[in-house]
């Protein structure tokens, strides 16, 4: 089993994170993980997310990746701040190269087949599907799981709670992305560790 393969069976949902401030980065990480979701994504899409990274490694038992990550610069960023995994929301060559080189679990983002197969041209089976929603949602996916069912997925995009079961129940999708766990401004805690355990909970 690859590294990715790995982290993304070790859950059923990977939370989507947009922190906007690094203080509140420690606390959100603890609740999830004390909810069952050990897996988490912080996406490059604030000042505060390398930061944040960094914090969030140092809660026992986080698994901590960067997510958003759209060229070579900002994989090594977040390499640099300690992230575990690199998610992306498309695929370059470039980019797969040179995560693929650096030996880093890497799960780029897909919309087509022509994106999977320049995936496989670079030796790639673990995609994000994404957005997912927006894409197709789940018929879309099954529809490219047909001619590429060596390959298997995290779709994320538009999905909730209430809908992540009907993905998950399909074999070739491991886990979804969830940016429903973390609302914004300043966390609830308590909240977002009952959000994590309803959504540990759920099964492929």
């Known amino acids: 089993m690859s590294a990715i393969e790995k982290i993304m069976r070790t859950a059923p949902v ?3 994170l947009v922190i906007e401030d690094a203080a509140h980065a420690r606390g959100i990480a603890q609740a999830l993980v004390a909810g069952g979701l050990r897996v ?3 996406t490059l899409r604030t000042a505060a997310a390398l930061d ?3 914090e969030m490694k140092k809660v026992p038992g986080a698994i901590v990746g960067a997510g958003t990550i759209v060229d ?6 977040a390499i640099a701040a300690g992230a575990e995994f690199i998610v992306s929301p498309g695929l370059t060559n470039n980019l797969g190269e040179t995560a693929i080189a650096k030996g880093i679990p890497f799960l780029p983002g897909i919309a087509s087949a022509g994106d999977i ?3 496989l041209d670079l030796g ?3 995609f994000k599907f994404f957005p997912a929603q927006a894409n197709g949602g789940l018929p879309a996916l099954k529809a490219l799981i047909g001619p590429f069912g060596q390959c298997q997925f995290c779709p994320t995009g538009g999905i909730k709670q209430d809908t992540a ?3 998950l129940a399909v074999p070739e999708i491991l886990c979804v992305g969830g940016s429903w766990l973390v609302g914004k401004g300043v966390p609830d805690v308590a909240a977002i560790e009952s959000a994590a355990r309803a959504a540990s909970a759920l099964r492929n």
């Open 14 to 16: 990977i939370p989507v």
């Open 40 to 42: 988490l994504e912080v």
């Open 52 to 54: 944040a990274i960094a």
């Open 72 to 77: 070579v610069p900002g994989l090594e960023c």
């Open 117 to 119: 197969m320049r995936g």
């Open 124 to 126: 790639l089976t673990h």
């Open 165 to 167: 079961a009907e993905w």
